[in-house]
T-cell receptor
Framework: GENVEQHPSTLSVQEGDSAVIKCTYSDSASNYFPWYKQELGKGPQLIIDIRSNVGEKKDQRIAVTLNKTAKHFSLHITETQPEDSAVYFCAASGVDSNYQLIWGAGTKLIIKP | GAVVSQHPSRVICKSGTSVKIECRSLDFQATTMFWYRQFPKQSLMLMATSNEGSKATYEQGVEKDKFLINHASLTLSTLTVTSAHPEDSSFYIC?????????????FGPGTRLTVL
């Protein structure tokens, strides 16, 4: 079945710097790749997603890139702010997983003031 | 964006009692709802998938008689933890999917913190 690996598990960056979180997936049939932000004690919030027919998507300070050949996708956050501190999860989905989300292990992002 | 609510947000109960958690899609009709469980510092673990009007599909290792799921309408799904025990204490999260035109986006509720004493 599909497997998603996420790195790093913890990322600490200085406020204003960029943060990059990477995920790899195993099932080449996966076609949907969302990123979720989860704050302590809350449910995950979709922040950006990308489908397999595009290579990059951007929304203000957040961008996601997808390399289908290498089967990896990355989240990029620029000009980080203290409110970006949270746990970020990547996921992959497709027909082989019956459209269920297969989750990465999560990355704890710490923004240092 | 699509909004999903959960109730209650937090519940504390005695061992042996049953607890019901509601999940509602507020501004859209959800063809499919998902129930997850999350332990501290871990990723989400899918418990079951439910489609409106049909029986839920449980993941391997999840006891269907312990975690009863009812998806009575396109906007409401309930999870009942029966005869709860301390090991059932966890953060339970639901999500709802639009499943339109092949989309598989999931929108998550705020979660329910269950503590069993």
């Amino acid at each position: 079945g599909e497997n998603v690996e996420q790195h790093p598990s913890t990322l600490s960056v200085q406020e204003g710097d960029s943060a990059v979180i990477k995920c790899t997936y195993s099932d080449s049939a996966s076609n949907y790749f969302p990123w979720y932000k989860q704050e302590l004690g809350k449910g995950p919030q979709l922040i950006i997603d990308i489908r397999s027919n595009v290579g990059e998507k951007k929304d203000q300070r957040i961008a996601v890139t997808l390399n289908k050949t290498a089967k990896h996708f990355s989240l990029h956050i620029t000009e980080t702010q203290p409110e970006d501190s949270a746990v970020y999860f990547c996921a992959a989905s497709g027909v082989d997983s019956n459209y269920q989300l297969i989750w990465g292990a999560g990355t704890k992002l710490i923004i240092k003031p | 964006g699509a909004v999903v609510s959960q109730h209650p947000s937090r519940v504390i109960c005695k061992s042996g009692t049953s607890v019901k958690i509601e999940c509602r899609s507020l501004d859209f009709q959800a063809t499919t709802m998902f129930w997850y469980r999350q332990f501290p510092k871990q990723s989400l673990m899918l418990m079951a998938t439910s489609n409106e009007g049909s029986k839920a599909t449980y993941e391997q290792g999840v006891e269907k008689d312990k975690f009863l799921i009812n998806h009575a309408s396109l906007t409401l799904s309930t999870l009942t933890v029966t005869s709860a025990h301390p090991e059932d204490s966890s953060f339970y999260i639901c999500s709802a999917s639009l499943r339109l035109a092949g989309t598989n986006e999931q929108f998550f509720g705020p979660g329910t913190r269950l503590t069993v004493l």
